[in-house]
C-alpha cells in the first residue's frame, strides 16, 4: 500500500509517499523558518497562510518524487491534532479533498504518535518501549504497547522541553530556531560553567513529569550580567550548562521510567531528539536498547504520517468526513487513542 502523508501541524508544510508504512518513496518538508524568523517563534496566522499557499506544490513535488502518479496512491493520511488549529485545518480540509476527489480512503492521525513512529522508518522495533516525545510543543514520557496505544507516564507541568531552548535562545538573541543555536554554540561552552536549578524530582503522581520553567527563568535572569559586558565565551557557557541541565531533567526521568517499568527498549521522537547531548545520553543508556531516528525525521515531516497512517488503512480504520483538527492532546495520563 502506497499512503501519501500530509502533516501541516505548524511551520512545515509537508508531504511525503511512503509504501508499507515503511519504505520512504519521497519526502518534501517545505520550511517556514524565515517566514517566522523575524518574529523569533511561529506566528499562526502567517503559518497558515503559507501553508494554503504551499501545500498543492508541497504535495505534487511528493507524488512526483516517488514516482507514482497521485490516482495510484491506496491512501491519505494527514496529522489533524495536536497543534495549531488553523494549521492543521489547511492540511486536513486538504486531504478530505483529495480523498474524496480520488475516491480514496483518507485517516487522521496524532502527531505524538507519528513522531514516536517515525523510528520504524528506518529500524524494525518490537513494542513495548518507553516512548520519550521531545518536541517544541510537548514532552511526554509513555509506556507505548503498540502503534495506536500508549499510556503516558509523565509529561512537562509547565514549558515544554523545546519551548525551553526558543526562549532562552530568543533571550540570548542566539539565533532562530532556539534548539538547534544553543546545542551549535554549547560545543564551544563549559556546561559546568553556571549551577543552573534542576527543580526537585517529583513523588507521587508526578514521578515522571518534567518541569522546564524555574530552568529557563534561572538562565534568563543571568541575562543581565551578559549585558553587562560579558564576552562570547559566557554566551556560549551559558548555552552549555543551560543544555546540559535541561537533558539532565529529562534523562532522570526516563532513567526512572524505565527502572520502574522494567521496560528495556527506549523509542524517543520529536525536534529536541535531534540535540546531540540528548542523542549521546539516550544512547548510552546502560543495558538498554535505545532507538532514535536520524536527524531528518526528528523535526516535522510527513513520512511519519504516512507510516503510521499505513498500519490505521491496512486495519480497516478510515476516518469520517466530520472529523475535525485539535490543538489539544487528549486527556492526561489516560490511554492514548
Ligand atoms: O518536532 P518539532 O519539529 O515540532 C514540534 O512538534 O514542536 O520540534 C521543534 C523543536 C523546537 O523547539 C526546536 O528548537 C527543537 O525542536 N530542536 C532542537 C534541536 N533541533 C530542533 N532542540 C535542541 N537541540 C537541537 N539540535
Ligand atoms: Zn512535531
Redesign the pocket.
Known amino acids: 500500500m502506497k499512503i501519501l502523508g500530509i502533516e501541516t501541524?505548524?511551520d512545515?508544510c509537508a508531504a511525503s509517499v511512503v509504501e508499507d508504512g515503511k519504505n520512504i518513496l519521497s519526502n518534501i518538508v517545505a520550511t517556514q523558518i524565515d517566514n517566522h524568523k523575524l518574529y523569533n517563534g511561529v506566528v499562526p496566522e502567517i503559518a497558515s497562510r503559507l501553508h494554503v499557499e504551499w501545500i498543492k506544490s508541497v504535495v505534487k513535488e511528493a507524488t512526483d518524487d516517488s514516482g507514482i502518479d497521485l490516482g495510484s496512491i491506496d491512501g491519505i493520511a494527514v496529522t489533524n491534532r495536536p497543534?495549531l488549529v488553523g494549521s492543521l485545518l489547511v492540511g486536513l480540509s486538504f486531504a478530505k479533498g483529495l480523498a474524496l476527489s480520488l475516491n480514496k480512503p483518507y485517516v487522521g492521525v496524532d502527531?505524538i504518535m507519528a513522531?514516536l513512529y517515525a523510528p520504524y522508518l528506518e529500524n524494525n522495533i518490537e513494542y513495548p518501549y518507553l516512548g520519550v516525545l521531545?518536541?517544541?510543543?510537548?514532552t511526554i514520557i509513555s509506556h507505548v504497547t503498540e502503534f495506536n496505544n500508549m499510556e503516558v507516564l509523565g509529561t512537562t507541568i509547565d514549558d515544554?522541553?523545546?519551548?525551553a531552548?526558543?526562549k532562552v535562545?530568543k533571550f540570548y538573541e542566539l539565533g532562530y530556531?532556539?534548539?538547534?543555536a544553543?546545542?551549535r554554540l554549547s560545543v564551544e561552552g563549559d556546561s559546568e560553567a553556571f549551577n543552573f536549578p534542576n527543580p526537585s524530582l517529583h513523588k507521587g503522581d508526578h514521578k515522571y513529569d518534567v518541569s522546564y520553567s524555574g530552568l529557563k527563568t534561572a538562565v534568563i535572569n543571568q541575562l543581565d550580567q551578559f549585558r553587562n559586558g560579558e564576552s562570547e565565551k559566557t554566551k556560549a557557557n551559558i548555552a552549555a550548562s543551560f543544555?546540559r541541565v535541561a537533558v539532565n531533567i529529562l534523562m532522570q526521568r526516563v532513567k526512572r521510567a524505565l527502572k520502574d517499568t522494567g521496560l528495556t527498549r527506549v523509542v524517543a521522537?520529536?525536534?529536541?531528539v535531534?540535540?546531540?547531548l540528548?542523542r549521546k545520553e539516550l544512547l548510552s543508556l546502560k543495558n538498554i536498547e535505545a532507538i532514535i531516528p536520524s536527524m531528518s525525521l526528528?523535526?516535522?515531516n510527513a513520512a511519519m504520517v504516512a507510516g503510521i497512517g499505513y498500519h490505521y488503512l491496512e486495519q480497516g480504520v478510515i476516518s469520517d468526513y466530520s472529523l475535525n483538527a485539535s490543538s489539544r492532546v487528549p486527556a492526561f495520563r489516560k490511554k492514548y487513542p
Open positions: 501541524s505548524c512545515e497543534g502527531h513522531h521531545v518536541s517544541g510543543g510537548h515544554a522541553c523545546g519551548e531552548f526558543d535562545a530556531p532556539g534548539g538547534i544553543i546545542d543544555q521522537g520529536g525536534g529536541v535531534a540535540n546531540s540528548l526528528c523535526t516535522d
